[in-house]
């Protein structure tokens, strides 16, 4: 099993929808958790990080964790053809400073 | 805040030759940053972590004496690829953990740009 997982998509949306990206982990212990926009060929970009079981949000952007399922999630509100781009979800485990990447999930928003 | 710069954006060279990259903190110190390769349509492998004033942790199958880390200051760490062959050709993308406290209090890492590197 890998420690983080995503579904690598492609994920089509229309513009103006909700997109829903999903991450689960395998690492009961993990505490910190992040997600990262990757355009093609360009570096991550962190977008949200989120700690505390709940939602967390900022502008468009929702994180949600739920540490007894090992699962967190990001919504993107209003989706614009300019989120689309892979996702990112990587965990802090144990008491290192690694973060474990999943394999990222590409979103394309459809005009 | 939070910004990491990469030198050089892209490079190719011969194989054989020596390369370094070069990755910096801007506005913050970063007592530790990692090093990632990333092949095309894959994600983020992290290959060593830089600590500053220390050596650098390697990840398993990374090989120390191929890809040499220096993390002499706490804004500067660089990756030496030696003896470049064709199939270290890569995405390498340097991230810098923030410490300390307030926003930026959950050590969360920042990213450069990326240096894409070709080795004929």
């Known amino acids: 099993q890998k420690e983080v997982e995503q579904n690598s998509g492609p994920l089509s949306v229309p513009e103006g929808a909700i997109a829903s990206l999903n991450c689960t982990y395998s690492d009961r212990g993990s505490q910190s958790f992040f997600w990262y926009r990757q355009y093609s060929g360009k570096s991550p970009e962190l977008i949200m990080s989120?700690?505390?079981?709940g939602d967390k949000e900022d502008g468009r952007f929702t994180a949600q964790l739920n540490k007894a399922s090992q699962y967190v999630s990001l919504l993107i509100r209003d989706s614009q053809p300019s989120d689309s781009a892979t996702y990112l979800c990587a965990v802090k485990t144990g008491g290192g400073n690694k973060l474990t990447f999943g394999t990222g999930t590409q979103l394309k928003v459809e005009l | 805040g939070a910004v990491v710069s990469q030198h050089p954006s892209w490079v190719i060279c011969k194989s054989g030759t020596s390369v370094k990259i070069e990755c910096r903190s801007l506005?913050?110190?970063?007592?530790?940053m990692f090093w990632y390769r990333q092949f095309p349509k894959q994600s983020l492998m992290l290959m060593a972590t830089s600590n500053e004033g220390s050596k650098a942790t390697y990840e398993q199958g990374v090989e120390k004496d191929k890809f040499l880390i220096n993390h002499a200051s706490l804004t500067l760490s660089t990756l030496t690829v030696t003896s470049a062959h064709p199939e270290d050709s890569s995405f390498y993308i340097c991230?810098?953990?923030?410490?300390?406290?307030?926003?930026?209090?959950?050590?969360?890492?920042?990213f450069g740009p990326g240096t894409r590197l070709t080795v004929l």
């Open positions: 989120i700690y505390s079981n």
């Open positions: 506005d913050f110190q970063a007592t530790t």
């Open positions: 991230s810098a953990r923030t410490t300390g406290q307030g926003a930026n209090s959950y050590n969360e890492q920042f």
